[in-house]
C-alpha cells in the first residue's frame, strides 16, 4: 500500500477567454507528492525520496513514480485517467502485477485536503489511505512556476485568495468581531473589483477611492467612494452620487429566484452562502450604467445576470 504523496504540476495548455467557463487542457501534468528534502522529521521515509504523478491529457494516462534513496529502481505504476479538474483527478488501474483493475482519487488541488482514495466502480469512497500533505504538495507550470490548480482549469475566476488591503469607513465594521476596517467584508470589495476588471465596467471606482462601507438589515454592503447615508429612502442608482458596489449573499439550499437573496449585513464567516450578488453602479458614466454579477465563493466562477445566470445560480449557488 502506499503511503504518501506530492504533487508538482507541468502544463502545455492554452488558456481559453470564456469567462467562469472551465477548460479543458491539454499536454501533461506532473504533481510532486512526497520530497524527502523538504519532509518534517515527522514525516520523513527512510526509504522514500520522491513520489510523484504524471498525468498526460491527451493519451488519458496517469503514470506514478516512487523514487527510492537507495539504489533500487523507481517503482512505476501507469494507469487510465477517469476525470481531472481543478480538485481531485481519478484514474484507474492495476497497482500489482495479477491484480484486478481498481479505482483512485488524488485531492491535488490548492486548497485541498490532499487525501488518496480507493474507490467503488460508482466512484464512491471505498477507503482512505494517505494524505498528499500540503506544505509539501506543490503544482508548478512547465516553466517550473508554482501555481494554483483553479487557474489552470478556470480562466479569468475571481481570485477569491486576493486581499483587499485599505481601511474601510462606516458602520460595516460592527458586523465583524473586534475589527476594525472588516477584513471579510474587504475580501468581498476585492472580489467585486476584480469583476470590474474582468468584464470591463465604466467606471472610476477602484481600490484607490472607495473609502467607505455600510450596511442596514435591507440594504446589503455598500461600498462608495463618499460617505453615504445607509438609511437614505433613494432608489440605488443615487447611492453614494451614482456611484456604489452593493454586495448581497445568496440563500443556499433554496432554488434562486428574486426575493431570495439575503439584503442584509450578513458577514458569512463561516461559508454558509455560496455565492454573492454584485450590484455596480455608476451614473456619472450615463444613466444606464450598471450591471449585476453572480460569483461563487469557493472557486470564483461567475457570470453576468444575462449570461445564463440561472443555469450558473442552479448549478453553483444551491
Known amino acids: 500500500m502506499k503511503t504518501l504523496v ?7 495548455a492554452s ?3 470564456a469567462f467562469s467557463e472551465e477548460k479543458k487542457l491539454s499536454g501533461n501534468l506532473k504533481i510532486t507528492c512526497y520530497n524527502h528534502d523538504k519532509a518534517k522529521e515527522i514525516d520523513k521515509h527512510s526509504h522514500l525520496a520522491n513520489y510523484d504523478f504524471y498525468v498526460d491529457l491527451d493519451n488519458k494516462k496517469v503514470t506514478e513514480i516512487m523514487e527510492y534513496q537507495d539504489n533500487r529502481s523507481p ?3 501507469v494507469g487510465d485517467l477517469i476525470k481531472i ?37 460508482d466512484l464512491t469512497t471505498k477507503r482512505w489511505s494517505f494524505t498528499c500533505l500540503d ?14 490548480s483553479k487557474d489552470l482549469f478556470l480562466p479569468n475566476r475571481v481570485i477569491i485568495e486576493k486581499k483587499f488591503e485599505g481601511y474601510l469607513a462606516g458602520n460595516c465594521s460592527i458586523h465583524e468581531e473586534g475589527s476594525l476596517g472588516t ?12 469583476l470590474i476588471r474582468i468584464y470591463n465596467f465604466k467606471t472610476d471606482m477602484s481600490e484607490k477611492n472607495i473609502k467607505y462601507c455600510n450596511s442596514n438589515i435591507a440594504t ?25 458596489i452593493i454586495i448581497d449573499s445568496m440563500r443556499k439550499n433554496i432554488p434562486y429566484s428574486y426575493g431570495q437573496l439575503v439584503e442584509s ?10 455565492c454573492a450578488r454584485v450590484i455596480i453602479i455608476d451614473t456619472t458614466i450615463n444613466k444606464d450604467n450598471y450591471n449585476i454579477f453572480f460569483y461563487e465563493k469557493k472557486n470564483g466562477k461567475h457570470t453576468l445576470l444575462d449570461k445564463g445566470y440561472r443555469e450558473f445560480v442552479d448549478k453553483y449557488c444551491n
Open 6 to 12: 506530492v504533487l508538482t504540476l507541468f502544463i502545455l
Open 15 to 17: 488558456f481559453s477567454n
Open 75 to 77: 517503482a512505476k505504476f
Open 85 to 121: 479538474d481543478e480538485k481531485e483527478f481519478i484514474y484507474s488501474g492495476s497497482i500489482e502485477d495479477g491484480e484486478e483493475d481498481k479505482r483512485y482519487k488524488l485531492e491535488y488541488g490548492t486548497g485541498q485536503e490532499g487525501r488518496w482514495l480507493v474507490l467503488n466502480e
Open 135 to 148: 506544505y509539501m504538495r506543490t503544482i508548478s507550470s512547465s516553466d517550473k512556476i508554482e501555481v494554483n
Open 183 to 194: 477584513p471579510i467584508l474587504r475580501h468581498y470589495l476585492s472580489h467585486a473589483l476584480q
Open 220 to 244: 446589503g454592503f455598500v461600498y462608495t467612494k463618499i460617505p453615504f447615508d445607509v438609511n437614505t429612502t433613494d432608489a440605488k442608482v443615487k447611492w453614494g452620487d451614482g456611484q456604489s
Open 265 to 274: 449585513g450578513l458577514v458569512d464567516h463561516n461559508m454558509q452562502f455560496h
